[in-house]
């Protein structure tokens, strides 16, 4: 049993919640560390638990069991809230408030306020500061929610499906700032999303959830380099599986399609391609649906540690 | 300064992408020697990629000899790539660039004009050729 890294990012322990309403438990004994320094992709499929993981990290829900530290503080702490930032996809903003309002707001509220990042991202977008902010579109609303993040200076920001309802242009704009930002002071970013071409370049760290548990907290690039795709005769199958661990497969007549994760040399007839990370992940949300192999169990290295 | 422009697309990592960038405008003279290549935030600014990318790909280049990475001034290219040939002025240069147009205007798309380079290499049976910097990492991969 490891302790709380103090360093991490973020550090899970046996991590559970419930739901009173919907019943079910929408996390599950998640055990976890996204070490500091990274941009993590946080993906999973509607309902994996997602958004409760990123709520119970911004200190909006708290922890059924277990234990779940932020930047090595509990979520929610006075200290914790200075220094994460948290953005919902339901980007909470007063609709009456104008921009300049919002942003007013934001250097009233916290002790470190950045007014020039905070104004920049607003002018980039375009966005008028006398404009009330109910009347924005969306894509403009979530640039307002992003300045106000960024404007708190944090060192961890918590995002949401951020780009969910941007254009495209302005998704590749969102997300350039944010990286430039990441670069710039060394802020750690947690970022859930279903697009995952987005995240192939994006994200040096991965944390898969499915059905509330955690499948995968791993680099990125060391995902990609231990799995690999492959193409070869339905008959070596069993061999396969018997030498590496076959995160999902297809047979379709006499030939294979598998992604594995090698577990040492590759023996027999494969043509062996090496995955982007986007495959891994695919594979990895399509992994234990019907007739899939249920790799799961061997997976959680993580939860075990 | 030199722009790189990331393809997603292409299954070759990123930061491979940037080392082919810097090795191609170095062939072609683009970039020269003492040449600062952008910082890091620069470069995530245009292309939207994780900041640690770059870094690798710099670090990878400095391991070759390529750059330099100058603490609190940047990344500076201390080697060329150039070879007699293959300037901006060259006829070499020139003749290509005509072909392509020409290529161009009949209708031939980007991969129809790579293909027909390549095809044109392989005939020519370019045994001496060191292989491209993407195949050099590929082959890393797999071993």
């Known amino acids: 049993m490891t302790g709380p890294d103090a360093s991490a990012a973020l550090c ?24 500091s320094g990274r941009i993590t992709a946080l993906v999973g499929r509607n309902g994996a638990g997602k958004s409760t993981l990123l709520h119970l990290a911004g200190g909006l829900l708290r922890p059924g069991s ?15 809230r200075a220094r994460v930032a948290l953005l919902t996809q339901d980007k909470p903003l007063y609709p009456r408030f104008t921009v300049a309002d919002t942003l007013l707001m934001g250097e009233k509220l916290n002790s470190s306020w950045d007014r020039t990042t905070a104004e920049r991202i607003v002018r980039e977008g375009g966005i008028p500061l006398h404009v009330r902010v109910g009347e924005l579109s969306p894509g403009r609303r979530t640039r307002v929610a992003l300045a106000l993040a960024l404007g708190k200076r944090p060192e961890l920001l918590l995002l949401d499906e951020p780009l969910a309802d941007l254009d495209p242009v302005a998704r590749s704009e969102i997300m350039a700032e944010l990286m430039a930002e990441a670069a710039e002071r060394a802020m750690n970013i947690v970022l859930s999303s279903h697009v995952l071409p987005e995240l192939e370049e994006t994200c040096d760290w991965v944390l898969v959830l499915r059905d509330g548990r955690v499948e995968l907290s791993e680099d990125a690039e060391v995902l990609r380099e231990s799995h690999a795709l492959l193409t070869g005769p339905a008959d070596q199958a069993d061999t396969l599986a018997g030498q590496h661990t076959v995160v999902r497969s297809r047979t379709s007549g006499r030939q294979l399609t598998a992604l594995i994760r090698q577990r040492g040399p590759l023996r027999g007839d494969w043509h062996v391609e090496r995955p982007g990370l986007e495959d891994v992940l695919i594979g990895y949300l399509q992994a234990g649906e019907p007739g899939q192999p249920a790799t799961t169990r061997v997976e959680r290295t993580e939860a075990a540690a | 300064m030199i722009d790189y422009r990331i393809d997603r697309g292409s299954g070759v990592p990123a930061y491979v992408q940037i080392v082919e960038q810097t090795e191609r405008a170095l062939r072609m003279g683009t970039l020269r020697v003492g040449d600062k290549l952008p910082t890091a935030r620069e470069v995530v600014a245009a292309t939207a990629i994780n900041p640690n990318t770059v870094l690798r790909a710099y670090r990878d280049m400095e391991q070759t000899g390529l750059v330099e990475l100058r603490r609190g001034l940047g990344t500076f290219v201390t080697r060329s790539l150039a070879r007699p040939g293959s300037e901006d002025d060259s006829p070499l240069r020139r003749e290509i660039t005509d072909w392509v147009a020409r290529a161009r205007a009949a209708g031939l798309e980007r991969a129809d004009v790579l293909a027909l380079v390549t095809a044109a290499l392989d005939a020519h049976g370019d045994e001496h050729d060191s292989g491209t910097p993407g195949d050099r990492d590929r082959k890393k991969e797999d071993a």
């Open chain 1, 12 to 35: 899970a322990t046996g991590l559970g919640f419930q739901y009173r309403r919907r019943g079910g438990r929408a996390l599950r004994d998640c055990g976890f560390t996204v070490p």
């Open chain 1, 66 to 80: 277990g234990e779940l530290r932020v930047l090595g503080t509990v979520p929610g702490t006075p200290e914790a």
